[in-house]
């Protein structure tokens, strides 16, 4: 059954705490992204990779960091620099290149208390 | 960077009627893409659409890339079409740019 995972589905966080949200897919896709959603919005790029060990910043970097060790793994760090982390977050991926359409996980839901 | 505006943001519709939702962008795109986020939050792929007409059941969408925008039309909706519709292209990079989406209520 090919496609995307998250985990986890929810996850709450202390203030000053660092959490990594795992994004995993076994469709064979050389890109793989990053969106956050606040309420009310459409999705914003945090950050990219199109190859292993390669990866690019997006519109909303800061606070965040990323990791692309395998194909078909792309994790996320909140990092406590992160100023409003509460969001929901979306990994996707593609194969590479601009004309490829996208695939979504099912999300992961950051709260901070 | 390219601007990428929905219409309209809210709509209410009884079960069985139609609707047309409309995106406009601001530039040339290489890849357009229609989703529909379900009330759990999962995006779920409706067309990929850089320009022409496609049809899948009772959706339709119609992308006019040198008037710079796309229409999502849906017949006979049901209670289950309810969620937010976005629409999402990208330009010079890979990484799709989003609309802030049309949330719709279709009641029985």
């Known amino acids: 059954d090919g496609g995307i995972t998250q985990s986890p589905k929810y996850l709450f966080r202390k203030e000053g705490q660092n959490v990594t949200l795992s994004c995993e897919q076994n469709l064979n896709h050389d890109a793989m992204y990053w969106y956050r959603q606040d309420p009310g919005q459409g999705l914003r790029l945090i950050y990219y990779?199109?190859?292993?060990?390669?990866?690019q910043k997006g519109d909303i970097a800061e606070g965040y960091s990323v990791s692309r060790e395998k194909k078909e793994s792309f994790p996320l760090t909140v990092t406590s620099a992160q100023k409003n982390p509460t969001a929901f977050y979306l990994c996707a991926s593609s194969i590479s290149g601009r004309m490829y359409e996208q695939f979504f996980g099912p999300g992961t839901r950051l709260t901070v208390l | 960077g390219i601007q990428v505006e929905q219409s309209p943001p809210d709509l209410i519709l009884q079960e069985g009627a139609n609707s047309t939702l409309r995106c406009n962008f601001s530039?040339?795109?290489?890849?357009l893409q229609w989703f529909h986020q379900n009330p759990w939050g999962q995006l779920i792929n409706l067309f990929y659409?850089?320009?022409g007409t496609k049809q899948n059941g009772r959706l339709s969408a119609t992308t006019v890339a040198t008037e710079r925008y796309s229409l999502l039309y849906i017949s006979s909706s049901q209670t289950t079409d309810s969620g937010v519709y976005f629409c999402a292209v990208n330009q010079a990079g890979t990484a799709l740019i989003f609309g802030k989406g049309t949330t719709l209520s279709v009641s029985s």
């Open positions: 990779s199109q190859i292993v060990n390669d990866f």
């Open positions: 530039d040339s795109v290489n890849n």
């Open positions: 659409i850089p320009s």
